[in-house]
């Protein structure tokens, strides 16, 4: 990678696959301080304070909030990204994110809980749009798609390259250090004390308006000012700056192959793709894996850590410090799903990672029911927990989208990341919204549900689907028939 592209690929990550995990893991720790507003502001408005039931309720709503916006973002996304281009539409999405900001920062002062309740829809408006929208937190529309398997696949990098792997789980290390990052802020030592809150969820400004100063340094998607503006010269232009290289007209022939090829193409809808039986298994594969990575119960985990570990009996002075620990694991369990995906594969990788997700969440169970006897078994809960962040870090949370790409023709890949991302929302916007609500009804037995379903995910891909390592689409596709 040539350093403009690595620089981009860089600015991109951190101003939205970070800020996606940072706003994951933000209503974490200031989740009594901000009931307790939401309890004051009640009682000012109707004399009363809000009942233990439907204050739960307000608070799942502020932390589901954030999904139901990323599911509109990334249905809008698509309609951005072709008249701004990347840059323009990744502009667009910054300014919401600055005025997502106001809205948390004021809250408190203006005494109002529905400005944070705004705020987290549109920091999820982002994120949906930036980050598991269309438009990837990483430029490979920067780079001529490659047609050298001559099936009319287009992956960014042709079948074998060791970068399409890497760089298809490179957003997952950023959503870690996103997570990890606001897991440090709310110690109590800094962001973590109750007059803080309304700053520690404005934050999310300050990666966006990094952003927002920087794209500008930086040449439009050479793909996009080719291929959509038909502006040759531009497309030039910011190859010689990407690619580092001045000759480079046998990139922009081969952008213009794409450009004629996709100009004959009639690409499918979101209807035709679930009534083809031509990639019905491929189809349900991408249905599968996408719910099951947000009902594994990881949203679970990141939403409400304080309260899980709390639950398990760990002392409430070292519930930030030992949330903290699983964040910095989680960072380097994705470090090692990023290095080691083009060695071990796709299946292996996601395979284990839900196994070791459904065994963890058993795991709690069986910890929580026993730590009445066994004071130790507390520490067992947070053992499982570190193995769950760690399980979805190294698999399931990359390689379902990369899967996505792999397992479709371009004229399918967009309805099918329709699919997936609109799943990938709504179910993380179903654990958010219940998670609360199941873990008073069921107690220690709520981890089972996710344990059944981690466990029946990592059953299908090991009887359905191929590895797509160094495979293309019509070998792929062979192996599904």
Same mark, same amino acid.
């Given at each position: 990678?040539?350093f403009?592209l690595l620089s981009v690929?860089?600015?991109?990550?951190?101003?939205s696959?970070m800020?996606?995990g940072?706003?994951l893991?933000v209503v974490?720790?200031?989740?009594?301080h901000i009931?307790?507003?939401y309890?004051?502001?009640?009682s000012?408005?109707?004399?009363?304070?809000?009942?233990?039931g439907?204050?739960?309720?307000?608070?799942a709503?502020?932390v589901?909030i954030?999904?139901?916006?990323?599911?509109?973002?990334s249905?809008?996304?698509?309609?951005l990204?072709?008249?701004?281009g990347r840059?323009g #539409?990744?502009?667009?999405s910054?300014?919401?994110?600055l005025?997502?900001?106001?809205f948390?920062g004021f809250?408190?002062e203006l005494?109002s809980?529905?400005m944070?309740?705004?705020?987290?829809?549109?920091t999820?408006l982002?994120?949906?749009g930036?980050?598991?929208?269309?438009?990837?937190?990483?430029?490979h529309g920067s780079?001529p798609?490659s047609?050298?398997q001559?099936?009319?696949?287009?992956?960014?990098?042709?079948?074998g390259?060791?970068l399409r792997?890497?760089?298809?789980?490179?957003?997952?290390?950023?959503?870690?250090?996103g997570?990890?990052?606001a897991?440090?802020?709310?110690?109590?030592e800094?962001l973590?004390?109750d007059?803080?809150?309304?700053?520690?969820?404005?934050?999310v400004?300050?990666?966006a308006?990094?952003?927002?100063l920087?794209?500008?340094?930086?040449?439009?998607s050479p793909?996009?000012?080719?291929?959509?503006?038909?502006?040759?010269c531009?497309a030039t232009?910011?190859l010689?700056?990407?690619?580092?290289?001045?000759?480079?007209?046998d990139?922009?022939?081969e952008?213009?192959?794409?450009?004629?090829s996709?100009?004959?193409m009639e690409?499918v809808?979101?209807?035709q793709?679930?009534r083809?039986?031509?990639v019905?298994?491929q189809?349900l594969?991408v249905?599968?894996?996408?719910?099951?990575?947000?009902?594994s119960?990881?949203?679970?985990i990141?939403?409400?850590?304080?309260?899980?570990f709390?639950n398990?009996?760990i002392?409430?002075?070292?519930?930030?410090?030992t949330t903290?620990?699983?964040?910095?694991?989680?960072?380097?369990?994705?470090?090692i799903?990023?290095?080691?995906?083009?060695r071990v594969?796709r299946r292996?990788?996601?395979?284990?990672?839900f196994c070791a997700?459904?065994v963890?969440?058993?795991g709690?169970? #069986?910890s929580?029911?026993l730590?009445?006897?066994?004071p130790w078994?507390r520490?067992?809960s947070?053992a499982?927990?570190?193995g769950i962040?760690?399980?979805f870090?190294?698999g399931?949370?990359?390689v379902p989208?990369l899967?996505?790409a792999?397992l479709?023709?371009?004229?399918?890949?967009?309805a099918?990341?329709?699919v997936?991302?609109?799943?990938?929302w709504l179910?993380?916007?179903?654990?958010?919204?219940?998670?609360?609500?199941?873990?008073m009804?069921?107690?220690?037995?709520?981890y089972?549900?996710?344990?059944?379903v981690?466990?029946l995910?990592?059953l299908?891909v090991?009887?359905i689907?191929?590895?797509t390592?160094?495979?293309?689409?019509?070998?792929?596709?062979h192996?599904?028939?």
């Amino acid at each position: 990678l040539t350093f403009p592209l690595l620089s981009v690929t860089l600015l991109v990550s951190f101003g939205s696959s970070m800020l996606y995990g940072y706003n994951l893991a933000v209503v974490n720790s200031p989740a009594e301080h901000i009931k307790a507003f939401y309890n004051a502001t009640w009682s000012q408005r109707y004399g009363h304070g809000l009942a233990p039931g439907p204050l739960t309720l307000l608070y799942a709503l502020t932390v589901s909030i954030f999904a139901l916006g990323g599911l509109v973002g990334s249905l809008l996304v698509g309609v951005l990204v072709e008249q701004y281009g990347r840059n323009g #539409a990744l502009s667009r999405s910054a300014l919401l994110v600055l005025l997502a900001g106001g809205f948390m920062g004021f809250s408190r002062e203006l005494q109002s809980p529905e400005m944070v309740i705004i705020g987290r829809s549109l920091t999820g408006l982002h994120s949906g749009g930036c980050c598991l929208g269309c438009a990837q937190p990483f430029p490979h529309g920067s780079l001529p798609y490659s047609h050298s398997q001559g099936d009319g696949e287009d992956f960014i990098f042709p079948t074998g390259s060791n970068l399409r792997g890497f760089l298809g789980l490179m957003p997952t290390i950023f959503i870690c250090l996103g997570v990890f990052s606001a897991q440090v802020l709310g110690l109590p030592e800094l962001l973590g004390k109750d007059r803080f809150w309304p700053l520690f969820l404005s934050l999310v400004v300050v990666p966006a308006s990094l952003q927002l100063l920087l794209l500008h340094c930086f040449p439009e998607s050479p793909r996009y000012l080719l291929i959509e503006r038909n502006d040759i010269c531009g497309a030039t232009k910011a190859l010689h700056q990407f690619l580092g290289t001045p000759d480079v007209q046998d990139v922009i022939e081969e952008m213009k192959e794409e450009q004629r090829s996709l100009s004959s193409m009639e690409m499918v809808s979101v209807w035709q793709l679930l009534r083809d039986r031509s990639v019905r298994w491929q189809t349900l594969s991408v249905v599968v894996v996408n719910a099951g990575m947000q009902l594994s119960g990881i949203d679970a985990i990141w939403f409400y850590t304080n309260t899980i570990f709390e639950n398990a009996g760990i002392p409430v002075s070292e519930i930030p410090y030992t949330t903290m620990g699983t964040g910095a694991i989680e960072v380097i369990a994705g470090l090692i799903g990023c290095l080691t995906i083009e060695r071990v594969g796709r299946r292996p990788l996601i395979i284990t990672g839900f196994c070791a997700m459904g065994v963890c969440s058993a795991g709690i169970t #069986a910890s929580l029911l026993l730590q009445a006897a066994l004071p130790w078994m507390r520490y067992v809960s947070v053992a499982c927990v570190v193995g769950i962040i760690a399980g979805f870090c190294m698999g399931p949370a990359g390689v379902p989208f990369l899967m996505t790409a792999e397992l479709f023709t371009q004229s399918h890949r967009p309805a099918a990341y329709i699919v997936g991302g609109s799943l990938n929302w709504l179910c993380n916007f179903t654990i958010g919204f219940i998670f609360p609500f199941l873990q008073m009804s069921a107690g220690a037995f709520c981890y089972l549900v996710f344990c059944g379903v981690c466990l029946l995910v990592a059953l299908y891909v090991y009887l359905i689907i191929p590895e797509t390592k160094n495979k293309t689409f019509m070998e792929i596709s062979h192996i599904f028939a």
